[in-house]
């Protein structure tokens, strides 16, 4: 694609332009209609395949919606219902004749009579939903959808008071960079307590989600929900055991330089011991930065890096911001966190951030630009289908999204000295990332092994995870009842189970770019787009090669680009303690 980010909403010629989904009453003629159709020839099955694209775009694209608006207002209960009522009316209903069509595609005597190459995956896909599919488990799933929503609502309440004034929990978070440590002792615990005030509902919710999960896996047939969701997340290329050696490849290859980037912040703060409220803080006399006032300036800032970048990618957001398709602030009744949530009709997405003028929000919102980007270079593929790209290459698109940028970030940080700050931050995230992403990983799949565990035992298992991967130059004494309950601020483990351990495969093949990138950087920017352009149409390791990466998560792959990524850092580092001598 990359010839501008004009991007244009798919024509319809199956549906009605005007058509809106209110209720399965109207949606389901198009589904029947495609159930009855004679398909006698590979141009009639080809023509169908798009009919039935279209229809499945159509779909997606309202669900989104209502799963974007709801998050955007976590208090209206008129949007809640909107959402409720899609996943509890219609989408149950849409499950079952879904299958039929599958298997009328399958069983289809010119389905081998397409380019097999090109429909490899597509086709793939289809088989695994057919193996997967149960009439009994679409009322759980239906549930499921509905329920998993209850973390954003419990969630976007919280609040904590902060010198008088009220805060979200995420725009509070700025007070730990703050070089009073009073403060930032006091705001650490405000918000751990307020988190702890909802441990038992999200630890009640969390029972219940995982009771349903294990049913639909049994239902399957399968011994555990891990091994269901493995196949339903399409992980074809790579087994529980190769996270299990990536769990501990971290442990040798990434702990000891979580440790080195710990011992540093403990030097520079001046520190006999370390403690978690210290983590993000700055020495007295720094100010943290500060790297924009509204989500205005966040987002004309980060269209100007893209520009100088790659004026393609500074297209995407422009569209995007001429679209609406962009809520970037923190507040009040907001769902936490932040997405990049595709829309598979009129092409642009939506990205939904909690921004409060920290350095982090402009990590998250080039992170999410990246993810944008990809949803702009795959949209013109033929089908939806092609479009639905494996999350260990969507992940790569985002981080090395912030990799690429971090040579234009001046114009978030004109100083000399705050830009090397901004960097040094950058760097410690990408490996410091590697532990939790560990942790979360190893939890699940414990959770799923053990589904009929008591909340005792997940306290107790979670912590043993959380101490094998926790730094031990970090003093938590006297803070176990919130580290117990530190799960329970991650948002995967409640809506998008088993989706974590992405983020580290991902971040390996970001890393992977970057070095790519500081040896030719058009060369790398070409091999990125040529990747994301591929959509979903090829492997994974396929994916991987067209970015000139190696799909690998061996500890010695992870050893040779910590040790890139480590040398980087400490010539920041270096930098630093120049520029301090010099003042």
Request: hydrophobic share 40%; with cysteine.
């Amino acid at each position: 694609m990359e010839k501008g980010a004009d991007i244009k909403k798919l024509p319809r010629k199956f549906l009605p332009e005007n058509f809106i989904i209110t209720t399965w009453d109207t949606l389901e003629p198009y589904f029947l209609e495609l159930e009855k159709r004679e398909i006698n020839s590979t141009s009639a099955l080809e023509q169908w395949l798009r009919d039935a694209s279209e229809l499945e775009a159509v779909v997606s694209e309202d669900a989104s919606w209502r799963q974007i608006r709801m998050t955007c207002d976590v208090e209206s209960k008129e949007l809640q219902q909107a959402f409720a009522y899609f996943m509890m009316e219609i989408q149950p209903k849409i499950q079952p004749i879904a299958d039929r069509l599958n298997r009328k595609l399958i069983g289809n005597p010119h389905l081998k009579e397409l380019d097999q190459q090109k429909f490899f995956t597509y086709i793939r896909n289809v088989k695994k939903s057919i193996d997967l599919y149960r009439d009994e488990n679409v009322p759980i799933q239906a549930e499921l959808s509905v329920m998993q929503q209850q973390f954003g609502q419990i969630a976007g309440k919280m609040t904590v008071e902060v010198n008088g004034k009220e805060y979200t929990l995420q725009q509070a978070a700025k007070f730990l960079e703050n070089p009073d440590r009073r403060l930032r002792e006091e705001v650490y615990r405000k918000i751990n307590e307020r988190r702890l005030q909802d441990k038992n509902e999200l630890n009640h919710l969390y029972t219940q989600l995982v009771g349903k999960r294990d049913a639909i896996a049994k239902n399957a047939g399968f011994k555990n929900y891990r091994d269901y969701k493995f196949i339903e997340l399409g992980r074809f290329d790579y087994t529980k055991q190769e996270c299990l050696q990536f769990h501990e490849a971290v442990k040798q290859q990434v702990l000891p330089l979580v440790n080195e980037i710990n011992e540093r912040k403990k030097e520079k703060l001046g520190l006999d011991t370390l403690r978690p409220w210290d983590v993000e803080a700055e020495p007295e006399n720094i100010q943290p930065l500060h790297p924009f006032e509204s989500a205005d300036e966040l987002l004309g800032k980060s269209i100007d890096v893209f520009e100088k970048l790659r004026p393609f990618f500074a297209d995407c957001l422009r569209k995007m911001k001429a679209m609406n398709r962009l809520d970037l602030d923190s507040r009040k009744g907001k769902a936490p966190g932040g997405y990049n949530c595709p829309l598979a009709e009129t092409g642009a997405p939506f990205i939904f951030m909690n921004a409060a003028g920290q350095m982090h929000d402009v990590t998250t919102m080039l992170h999410e630009g990246g993810h944008a980007v990809h949803s702009f270079l795959a949209h013109p593929l033929e089908l939806s289908g092609f479009k639905e790209y494996p999350m260990e290459i969507a992940e790569v698109a985002s981080m090395a999204m912030e990799l690429f940028t971090m040579d234009q970030w001046k114009i978030f940080f004109p100083n000399e000295e705050e830009l090397l700050r901004a960097k040094e931050q950058q760097l410690e995230r990408v490996i410091t990332i590697f532990p939790w992403v560990a942790t979360i990983d190893k939890f699940q799949h414990w959770v799923y092994e053990n589904p009929n565990h008591t909340e005792e035992e997940r306290a107790e298992n979670w912590m043993r995870i959380l101490n094998e991967f926790t730094s031990p130059v970090i003093d938590f004494s006297g803070l176990e009842e919130f580290r117990r309950y530190a799960w329970e601020r991650q948002l995967h483990l409640f809506e998008v189970p088993f989706y974590y351990i992405e983020y580290g495969i991902a971040q390996l093949g970001a890393i992977g770019l970057w070095k790519q990138y500081r040896a030719n950087k058009e060369q790398a920017l070409n091999n990125y787009t040529n990747a994301l352009a591929l959509g979903g149409t090829k492997t994974l390791p396929e994916l991987y090669k067209a970015a000139g990466l190696k799909f690998d998560f061996s500890s010695e792959h992870i050893r040779s680009l910590m040790e890139f990524v480590h040398d980087e850092w400490r010539k920041i580092v270096l930098k630093t303690k120049n520029t301090h001598n010099v003042v």
